[in-house]
């Protein structure tokens, strides 16, 4: 009798468990809600930004600042803030493949990245596709963010950095001819000089730019180039471009005997950059932020905890513009009161004087930040504060 009882009590523990089993294959649904509330109680914020090659000092400086920001403000609507980093290696395919990880695999709420303009057109139209925002730290061609409503950014753009370079230029250095060197094969090169020549041409006259020379990613021999513009003898050289390349293009134009200012982009504020210059003078650039100057409580807080994190570096924009990204990102998904992209993405887009360390920004109808922009030059070794442009 026992026996008996004992395997139909078998049998029905059976048929139970394929019972249950049936009823988890029917039902469906997200892998966030097969997972249970483990996974519920967590929000991902994606990070895809270049930890490796050509990129790789820019990408880092970036994410000290997140991992920073994320440190200080670890939960968002009560749920833990899961950080996912995916190296997109400097390659804009390898940009594209990150993202669509990210969206795919990683199921993340929203994105964070990436330095590099070209990078970020790579990864822009697989995020849009896929319903996913994103949120850009420096990339700044305008190209990032045009027809593509589900990106964003903390930085400024290149048409404002461009003329803002120009009209420095001209009224603080008293320019009246210009000579261009530019990386053809970087949107943000080619798209901030041809900003520059704009502006430039347009305060000072259609033959004021002497000389527009190219050159090419990974370049290390400018001779022929600098050669070109000494003969033009401008009063002013605006070369924008990865800090490795124009570090060596600076060094040399010293080296060859062109004593005129030498100007150059955001992507200048770097230990590689400043390495190969430290001893030269009258090199300036554009920048979004100054431990000079803290603009708002955010950026005194910022500067404060980035000493105690990183005591024996310096605060730098890019560090600046991921902790504001990231805090960007919290304060929308906090505004939507919603883990769901889409919601997020009505909210980044309603951004209004939201203060971040590298001032307060407001988005404007294509995804852009309107903001300060910040001039550095080169002096006695150091990245020294010279002045600060607000935008008209």
């Known amino acids: ?119 970020s057109m790579s990864g822009g139209p697989v995020a849009q596709d896929a319903g996913c925002p994103v949120i850009g730290c420096s990339p ?109 293009l600076v060094a040399k134009a010293r080296e060859l005997g062109i004593t005129c200012p030498i100007l150059g982009g955001d992507t200048w504020e770097a230990d590689a950059f400043l390495s190969q210059v430290k001893q030269y003078k009258d090199i300036y650039f554009s920048t979004h932020f100054t431990a000079e100057e803290p603009v708002t409580e955010v950026s005194t807080t910022f500067l404060n905890e980035f000493k105690k994190a990183y005591p024996d570096k310096t605060a730098n924009a890019f560090g600046a513009l991921g902790f504001d990204a990231y805090l960007l990102a919290v304060n929308a998904i906090e505004r939507a009161n919603s883990t769901d992209r889409e919601d997020i993405k009505t909210a980044l887009a309603a951004t209004k004087d939201f203060k971040g360390a590298t001032g307060i920004i407001t988005l404007d109808q294509n995804g852009d930040a309107t903001k300060t922009a910040i001039i550095k030059k080169v002096a006695d070794g150091n990245f020294v504060y010279e002045t600060k442009v607000e935008p008209k």
């Open 140 to 248: 700044t061609n305008p190209a990032v963010t045009l027809g593509n409503d589900y990106y964003f950014r903390v930085c400024f753009i290149d048409p404002f950095q461009g003329t803002v370079m120009s009209n420095y230029a001209t009224n603080k250095l008293s320019a009246k001819t210009a000579a261009i060197i530019q990386d053809v094969q970087q949107d943000y090169s080619v798209g901030l000089s041809n900003y520059f020549e704009k502006a430039f041409k347009k305060t000072n006259g259609e033959k004021s730019i002497v000389e527009k020379v190219n050159y090419n990613t990974g370049d290390k021999d400018f001779s022929a180039q600098l050669t070109a513009v000494k003969a033009k003898n401008p009063d002013v050289i605006f070369a924008p471009g990865n800090f490795l390349e124009c570090g060596i």
């Open 1 to 119: 009798m026992f026996f008996k009882l004992r395997r139909k009590h078998i049998a029905l523990l059976t048929l139970l468990a394929m019972l249950a089993m049936t009823i988890v294959g029917c039902g469906g649904g997200s892998d966030q809600d097969k997972s249970g509330d483990k996974a519920n109680d967590v929000i991902k914020i994606g990070v895809y930004e270049p930890l490796t090659g050509t990129n790789a000092a820019g990408g880092q400086m970036t994410m000290e600042g997140i991992e920073l920001a994320n440190k200080l403000y670890p939960t968002v609507l009560g749920k833990k803030i899961e950080l996912v980093t995916v190296d997109n290696k400097s390659e804009k395919q390898e940009a594209a493949n990150a993202v669509e990880r990210l969206v795919s695999k990683e199921n993340v709420n929203v994105i964070i990245g990436s330095y590099g303009s070209s990078l």
